[in-house]
């Protein structure tokens, strides 16, 4: 079964620390995504990779930056966290096959409150 | 810009009754998918079903169908028969077929389903 798993459901972070937060996948998927989710604003796109330590800006990167050092795995870090980023996270992954209609799979999400 | 739009915040629906949720989207591109995504209540994303653009046919998944109106570029998702387990989140998405992979997400419609 398609599996993409997210690091903590729940996070509460103080202003100013380092945030990171982890998304692995099982389905050996090329590209990657990190969303933040909130109400009235859908989901917007933080950054997205398509190859291991090949990454683009979103729409939001501003506050953010990525790594991906292994296929499976994208991290998403708040070099230092403002209240401003109190947010739901969505990570996502999808194939990159030419012709082939690349369903994004998402994981549960990380609700991010940042104090 | 491509942008998607979701014009119903929110929407309620008998259950056993047929609920449309509209979608519509803006871009210059010819060809390009469109996708209907569900959240339920903590828990994960799902797609719901797909659309590729070059196909005139509207697709069909079991309860759930689309209206894709290329010319109006309307996207409308139906569901028959709803069931207390469609109550959810509902995200139209739009994907550009090359060049990108980034999606674009609409605001969402929650769906509430009374029994």
């Known amino acids: 079964d398609v599996k993409v798993t997210q690091s903590s459901r729940y996070l509460v972070k103080r202003t100013g620390e380092k945030v990171f937060l982890e998304c692995v996948q099982d389905?050996?998927?090329?590209?990657m995504f990190w969303y933040r989710q909130d109400p009235g604003l859908g989901l917007r796109l933080i950054y997205f990779?398509?190859?291991?330590?090949?990454?683009e800006k979103g729409d939001i990167p501003e506050g953010y930056s990525v790594s991906r050092e292994k296929k499976e795995r994208f991290s998403l870090i708040l070099e230092s966290a403002s209240t401003n980023q109190t947010s739901m996270y969505l990570c996502?992954?999808?194939?990159?096959?030419?012709?082939?209609?690349?369903?994004?799979?998402f994981g549960p999400g990380t609700r991010l409150t940042v104090l | 810009a491509q942008t998607v739009t979701q014009s119903q915040p929110e929407m309620s629906v008998q259950e056993a009754e047929t609920v449309t949720l509209s979608c519509t989207y803006d871009?210059?591109?010819?060809?390009?998918?469109l996708f209907w995504y569900k959240q339920p209540p903590s828990r994960q994303m799902i797609l719901v079903i797909r659309?590729?653009?070059?196909?005139?046919q509207n697709a069909t998944e079991n309860r759930f169908s689309v209206n894709f109106q290329k010319a109006a570029k309307s996207f409308s998702l139906k569901i028959s028969d709803s069931q207390l387990g469609d109550a959810a989140m509902y995200f139209c998405?739009?994907?550009?077929?090359?060049?990108?992979?980034?999606?674009?997400f609409g605001t969402g419609t929650r769906l509430k389903v009374l029994a």
């Open positions: 659309q590729e653009a070059y196909k005139q």
């Open positions: 990779s398509y190859d291991v330590k090949m990454k």
């Open positions: 389905m050996d998927h090329e590209n």
């Open positions: 998405a739009y994907r550009v077929t090359s060049g990108t992979y980034k999606y674009i």
């Open positions: 871009t210059s591109e010819s060809d390009y998918y």
């Open positions: 996502a992954s999808s194939f990159s096959l030419a012709g082939f209609t690349d369903t994004q799979y």
